[in-house]
């Protein structure tokens, strides 16, 4: 059951095809199994398809507004059909089981496919916490957008399961712990190059900011 969703300014954005690749299949991720803010996006591209066909044919007219309404009332209160199609993200990676997990601690590995994705300023990588494993704590120099994308993990904020949405920022302290049962694997983009700690990091950190 998914319990955290994307914000309503993320989805408007998706519809509008403003966010880069990277983002974009974070949201669709969460798209596929989340029936509510599906329907968000499906009356955000209807208001859209309206509103650019207004601007072709002149002026605003003086019912849009009421059409919009109209076109709104009468949409789908929910989406009954299951969305089956491929999974985008494993139509890029293959099974994730099979990827060059590079190990960065006893739980926790990374697998970067940042060069997937060249309009992407930030890193756009995919992380694993063993099975009941636990993560160190961190806290993030720019923002984190994630997207379980399978197992789950529990925090501070609750619990997150496959296809959860979050954004993390520099004031969230972050200590994932893994659900038992799989291994958690989360999509990530980091939006900022982790933060050096090292004697030489911690010299540099304020001239790199
Ligand atoms: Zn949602």
């Keep these: ?25 974070c949201l669709r991720l969460h798209l596929d199994v989340c029936s509510r803010c599906r329907c968000q996006v499906d009356m955000l591209d209807s208001v859209g398809a309206m509103l650019l066909q207004e601007e072709k044919s002149s002026a605003l007219s003086n019912d ?5 309404l109209t076109r709104i009332e009468t949409l789908p209160e929910d989406e009954p059909k299951p969305k089956v199609t491929t999974d985008p993200l494993r139509k890029l990676v293959g099974d994730l089981n099979a990827l060059p997990w590079k190990r960065q601690l006893v739980n926790v590995s990374v697998y970067d496919l ?6 992407q300023p930030g890193q756009v990588v ?4 063993s099975a009941g494993g636990k ?3 961190h806290t993030h120099r720019g923002t984190e957008t994630t997207v379980v994308v399978q197992g789950g993990f529990t ?28 291994d958690c ?3 990530s983009i980091l939006s900022a190059p982790v933060r050096l700690t090292g004697p030489l990091g911690r010299l540099l950190n ?3 900011r």
């Design 185 to 187: 694997v989360t999509l």
């Design 206 to 208: 304020p001239f790199i």
């Design 1 to 25: 059951m998914i319990q955290h969703h994307p914000d309503e300014s993320l989805l408007l954005e998706y519809s509008a095809g403003n966010l880069d690749t990277a983002q974009a299949l």
């Design 135 to 137: 993560a160190p704590v």
């Design 64 to 68: 849009l507004f009421d059409r919009i």
């Design 126 to 129: 995919l992380q694993k916490i």
């Design 155 to 182: 925090d501070n904020r609750g619990v997150f399961e496959a296809g959860d949405f979050v954004v993390l920022g520099q004031q969230d302290v972050h200590k994932p712990i893994a659900l038992h049962g799989e």
């Design 114 to 119: 940042s060069e997937q994705f060249p309009d």
